[in-house]
């Protein structure tokens, strides 16, 4: 059964990059039958889509946020990673890691890690 | 970008049935999944494919996509079922293809 699991500072200063890693158990960031993603929610409010990257490295990102996003994967530690750069208190998000299924036509999310909370603020 | 429109509540009795929708523009052409999310946990997928339900997922837990509502329904509510609940689709056309609704919370009285 696969398992994610995100890692990372909790707290972030404004205008800093804030950096997460998943891991993930249970199966391989190296299948090529899935996608590895970001998905974040802010308080009591709803999911937003960061992006997505596949084994081989290629990447899809939100256009709102891909001039501040990096995904990058680590096949060799099973781990994916997110850099998104000059964070302001509006990031302040629980950041979920999920396992993208997909086909020529749609996309979902399982399994998803269990949320890591990141607060900017100085 | 597509946008996906659910009420933000739903009120329902247990051991009766509840509804929720999710609405797009000719959303009957995609393919919609939902997302249970409990309070201070992570969102489990329910149904995808419209209304194919991952294996643990009870039958109580159904699906139905047409026209320009998808409808998540629950049969004989427990009150263990209370938790938000988000629908999803791919829009291959967007440059933003991820898209989730708003979320409607299920409040089991």
């Known amino acids: 059964q696969v398992q994610l699991q995100e890692s990372g500072p909790g707290l972030v200063k404004p205008s800093e990059t804030l950096s997460l890693t998943c891991t993930v158990s249970?199966?391989?960031?190296?299948?090529?039958?899935?996608?590895w993603s970001w998905i974040r929610q802010p308080p009591g409010k709803g999911l937003e889509w960061i992006g997505y990257?596949?084994?081989?490295?290629?990447?899809n990102y939100n256009p709102s946020l891909k001039s501040r996003v990096t995904i990058s994967v680590d096949t060799s530690k099973n781990q994916f990673s997110l850099k998104l750069s000059s964070v302001t208190a509006a990031d302040t998000a629980v950041y979920y890691c999920a396992r993208e299924g997909a086909t020529t036509t749609t996309n979902w999310f399982d399994p998803w890690g269990q949320g890591t909370l990141v607060t900017v603020s100085s | 970008s597509y946008v996906l429109t659910q009420p933000p509540s739903v009120s329902v009795a247990p051991g009766k049935t509840a509804r929720i929708t999710c609405g797009g523009n000719?959303?009957?052409?995609?393919?919609v999944h939902w997302y249970q999310q409990k309070p201070g946990q992570a969102p489990v997928l329910v149904i995808y494919?419209?209304?194919d339900r991952p294996s643990g997922i009870p039958e109580r837990f159904s699906g139905s996509n047409s026209g320009n509502t998808a409808t998540l329904t629950i049969s004989r509510v427990e009150a263990g079922d209370e938790a938000d609940y988000y629908c999803q689709v791919w829009d291959s056309s967007s440059d933003h293809p991820v898209v989730f609704g708003g979320g409607t919370k299920l409040t089991v009285l």
């Open positions: 990257i596949y084994y081989s490295g290629s990447t």
């Open positions: 249970g199966g391989s960031v190296s299948s090529g039958s899935y996608y």
């Open positions: 494919y419209d209304s």
């Open positions: 000719n959303i009957g052409s995609k393919s």
